[in-house]
């Protein structure tokens, strides 16, 4: 494979802590991720998972620059981008797309979906035949062309999903971090989402983060793993490899925390980690 | 011996008349968790809300009888009602956090429960409490007892929740969905504990959940919603080993499992759903309530 | 869930009734000239204190009957209508905009911008409103103007304070971070994401508002410290009234209900248009 598209270096974040707060002055700064070594491939499907307070949203609204790491180096295509400045940021932001976890609260209810996916695409010098890019990008995933005047309340979380995915595909961006983009969704809206974000995955070429705290999901989406826990990674390997052969306990406990849908006398009668 | 739990032919409507529940029938036997599982706005929890007598005042029920244990709720007035539900049946709640008032600490909170609506001593409620915290496995008490709501973690505060259920005796637990809310390393350790006081309290549960990994593990017994219908109801073992309804087969289907990434996260057929939909459109159309 | 309570169709009776009467009082000021039956200014001993046309010994053409100085009062009403509304207007869009652009900057931006805007919040809303508006008036004299710059001086802080609280939640919102992935700058982000979801907070303000200055005007005209005592406001119509009450008490009643139809339709005609853009789009 050739060079990545992300390579990122002993990164670091540490975000104010409002719950050690002072009742005056500033909060101290907690460390969220304490240092990170990783690559994305290009063209790649990664799955990042952990746990609630393993860093992992942390680590995508890094990646996408929403945040600014405290120390370390995330280069995008051999370019250091961790310190620059929203204006040096913006002619990158075309190709650094996000899917939101919560279709709801991402997409304006003020706004109509046309506007909603034609947003990224006027601020980036797309502005051009609008109502065929828009038309396009809703066909991509599969919702009919009278949605366009629609607004988020008239939609299912499934169809604002979609939405989601249309606006950040709208750009035909090199890299799209997608975050928790079905934990709010039932199983079979869920598979359908999974299989469309699958698809167009293949078909665009893109690279993708895929947060997720279900490995199951991973294991069908992604080609790589990386498991990460308070703020480290614990392990990170090709799926197949980590699925069959966990090295770490840690991984193994995860793994067999997962109720499967199947019947297991004895799953409830191996203690879980502590 | 009467059920623990006997739903009959429950059926609810909302003000404009839409039906949100249709002829729902259960029954849940001493001891033994039913799992009630579906997708959002299939009625589950509204199930559960009947039950402990919680519905919101929009929702009406129109016809079907609840009995806990023989005693017919319809029978009773509403101060009776109260009484019977009151100290045959606790919750698990599906967000701790939420459940609990944050500006009181824990321990007053458990025990008020004990000491006002079942009239126990403060000692008696005291003592109670304190083996419930044993039973689930919290090792240092006298901290939790002092402390606010937000000083626990999510698992902690489940684990206080489901000792405070546990306490009363009650011969019914309505589970709302209790490990949606957690991480799945906690999840397990909650499901673990959920089971084994279930054991050894004998106590009944109606499990609440979407989840059917969680139904796997949990469930004796499992009736399957689909838009306020039961779909299915099987042993658990036989759902899962040959799911009758398309809608159950869909619905395993859909779930993924890392075991078998390629098996599982099917979408679901859309015939499917408008087979169902079918069926419950003329269901609705011969219904008139009192007659169906 | 929240969404499936789409639009009532149709307005309430509440934005009818108070919608109605503001714009026939409206209306009423605007034409006055062609309205009032009487020169409001016209002074005729011979009908001093007429009574309202129901009863004894009332005139045709004094609908509302007379002052002591035999003025119709019905005539000095509307008249009184043009100072009101100007006021209104003029007064509450300019606390409003005033009010709502820092408020926004305050609640979007946080930081810096926001807890020095807070601390002004503050300080000004320690002064009681009424006696910091006749300072204020005394400060830069009498006269419509004046007035009108007092009104917006002092109650901008409603607006501040209402919007930057939900600029606040609004800057939680991920559709904020979304524009910022789609490239959007902040001040692109405020006017294109927040500020559509706050207008509806502000427009029942506004309307509010302007009920607000409908009475401090009234309350500077009582204490003779509006406009030129000749031109009739309801401020000054209350304040005579005062004194003829034994006589005549419908010099004083009739102002009062007009000044109360009015605050009040302001107020829920606010409360009605917000109610009615709201559970739609939320």
Known sequence: ????????????????????????????????????????????????????????????????????????????????????????????????????QDPMSSLNPRHTIFNIIAAPLRQNGLGDRLKERVAEALQRVGLP?????????????????????????????????????????????????????????????????????????????????????????????????????PQETYTRDLLAAIPLPEIDADWLQQKAPA | MSACLDIRGLSAVLPNGQRVLRSVSLTVQPGEVR?????????????????????????????????????????????????????????????????????????????????????????????????????????????????????????????????????????????????TALDVTVQKQILRLIAQLQRDHGTAILFVTHDLGVVAKISQKVSVLYAGKVVEEAETTQLFDAPQ??????????????????????PVDEAVLAGLSAEIAAADQDWRPGHG | MDDARISRGGLSPRLWLAGGWLLIALLAAIFAPLVAPQDP??????????????????????????????????????????????????????????????????????GWADRII??????????????????????????LSSVILAIAIIDWTRFCRVIRAEAMSQARMDYVESARIAGYGRIGIMLREVLPNVLPSVVALLSLEMGIAVIVEAILSFVNLSISTDDPTWGSIIAEGRLSIHQAW???????????????????????????????LR
């Open chain 1, 1 to 100: 494979m050739a060079e990545p598209l992300f390579s990122v270096r002993g990164l670091k974040v540490a975000l104010p802590d409002m719950t050690r707060k002072p009742l005056i002055g500033r909060a101290p700064l907690a460390e969220i991720l304490k240092g990170l070594d990783f690559d994305l491939p290009k063209g790649s499907v990664t799955g990042i998972v952990g746990e609630s307070g393993s860093g992992k949203s942390t680590l995508g609204r890094a990646l996408v620059r929403l945040l600014e790491p405290s120390a370390g180096a995330i280069s995008f295509e051999g370019r250091d981008i961790s310190h620059l400045s929203e204006a040096e940021l913006r002619p990158l932001r075309r190709n650094l797309q996000m899917i939101f």
């Open chain 1, 145 to 245: 062309q009278t949605f366009a005047s629609r607004y988020r309340h008239e939609l299912s979380g499934g169809q604002r999903q979609r939405v989601g995915i249309a606006r950040a595909l709208a750009l035909s961006p090199k890299f799209v971090l997608a975050d928790e983009i079905v934990s709010g969704l039932d199983v079979s809206t869920q598979a359908q989402i999974l299989t469309l974000l699958e698809k167009l995955a293949a078909e665009m070429g893109l690279t993708v983060a895929f947060i997720s705290h279900d490995l199951s999901v991973i294991r069908r989406l992604c080609q790589r793993v990386i498991v990460m826990r308070e703020g480290r990674i614990v392990e990170a390997s090709a799926t197949d490899a980590l699925f069959d052969n």
């Open chain 2, 35 to 179: 799992a009630l599982v579906g997708e959002s706005g299939a009625g589950k929890t509204m199930i559960g809300k009947a039950v402990l007598g919680v519905l919101p005042k929009s929702v009406r029920i129109v016809e079907g009888e609840m009995l806990i244990e023989g005693e017919d709720l319809g029978r009773l007035d509403a101060k009776a009602r109260r009484t019977l539900i009151g100290a045959r049946t606790a919750l698990i709640p599906q967000d701790p956090l939420t459940a609990l008032n944050p500006s009181r600490r824990i321990g007053a909170q458990m025990t008020d429960r004990l000491v006002r609506i079942l009239g126990w001593s403060g000692e008696r409620a005291d003592t109670r409490i304190r083996q419930l915290l044993d039973e689930v496995q919290i090792r240092d008490p006298e901290r939790v007892l002092k402390s606010y709501p937000h000083e626990l973690s999510g698992g902690m505060r489940q684990r206080v929740l489901i000792a405070a259920a546990f306490a009363a005796e009650p011969r019914l637990i309505v589970a709302d969905e209790p490990t």
């Open chain 2, 245 to 266: 309804h398309p809608y159950t087969r869909a619905l395993i289907a859909a779930t993924p499992r890392y075991t078998d990434p390629y098996a599982s996260l099917k």
């Open chain 3, 41 to 110: 200014l016209a002074q005729d001993l011979m009908l001093e204190r007429l009574p309202p046309f129901w009863l004894d010994g009332a005139e045709p053409g004094y609908w509302l009957g007379t002052d002591s100085l035999g003025r119709d009062l019905l005539s000095r009403l509307i008249f009184g209508g043009r100072i009101a509304f100007i006021v209104a207007f003029a007064a509450a869009t300019s606390a409003c905009l005033l009010g709502s652009a820092l408020g926004l900057i305050a609640g979007y931006f946080g």
């Open chain 3, 118 to 143: 807070s601390r002004v919040v503050d300080v000004w809303m320690a002064f009681p409103p009424v006696l910091f508006a006749i300072l204020l008036v005394a400060v830069l004299g009498t006269g």
């Open chain 3, 250 to 280: 419908w010099v004083l009643v009739f102002p009062l209900i007009t000044l109360i139809l009015t605050v009040l339709s302001f107020s829920q005609f606010g409360e009605a248009l917000k109610a009615r853009f709201d559970p739609v």
